[in-house]
């Protein structure tokens, strides 16, 4: 047996070359558990690497970890933690909002001055104070969107939550640095291009990935993935809201 990794031959459960365990395969649920417990715990070697391929060619990096080749890559979970993180403290630094507390803010002011209540739930409260843990929250949300969208690529909806957690976290890093642009430059001009630059990035990695077919058709395929969210995550705060009252 030959190492995905590396290509090398493999006689035991590691790879004498480079160390991958030869038990890689598909995405499942069982190894992505196993993954998310040491996401969380261990710190990879590979996070510059990760950051440098992902913005280099985003499509081929997904394609060789999905196929195996994951030994120089950050866990994608980790590495979604990490950079929400890193985009948190640089907004409190700079003393802005993050994109979830402006949507936060705007949902519940629309939706409480109509019924023509001012408490917030605690819920959305915490939901906006924890952008880290809030981002882990919504990635289902999303990758279920792309999932549906992309479905005919034959992705599974685990595959998707890896492809979209790394996406997120670059999608960080772009925040992240417009939110220093605008402390530094002082100027509102910026506001917009951050989310307009995640968003083409999104459609950059979905144009490299999804390949097949008809361009046009998955461009609109990933137009779709955001209008899907955009409704199912409409949907989860509308229940988290229901909850919260019910609790409260």
Known sequence: MNCKNCGELVKGKYCNNCGQNSSVGKITYSNFLQELSMSIFQVDRGFFYTVKALFKKPGRSMHEYLAGRRKQYFKPVAYVLTLSTVYFLVSQLAGQNTWIDDLVSGFSEGVYENEGETDIPAALIWFSNNYAYSTLLLLPVFSLASWISFNRFGKNYLEHLVINSFITGQQAIIYALFALLKLLSGSEALEMFPF?????????????????????????????????????????????????????
């Open 196 to 248: 307009l630059i995640a968003f083409s990035y999104t459609l950059w990695v979905f144009w490299q990935f999804f390949n097949e077919g008809s361009r046009i058709v998955n461009i609109l395929r990933s137009i779709l993935t955001y209008m899907l969210y955009l409704l199912m995550g409409f949907c989860c705060l509308i229940l988290v809201m229901g909850i919260s009252k019910v609790v409260q």
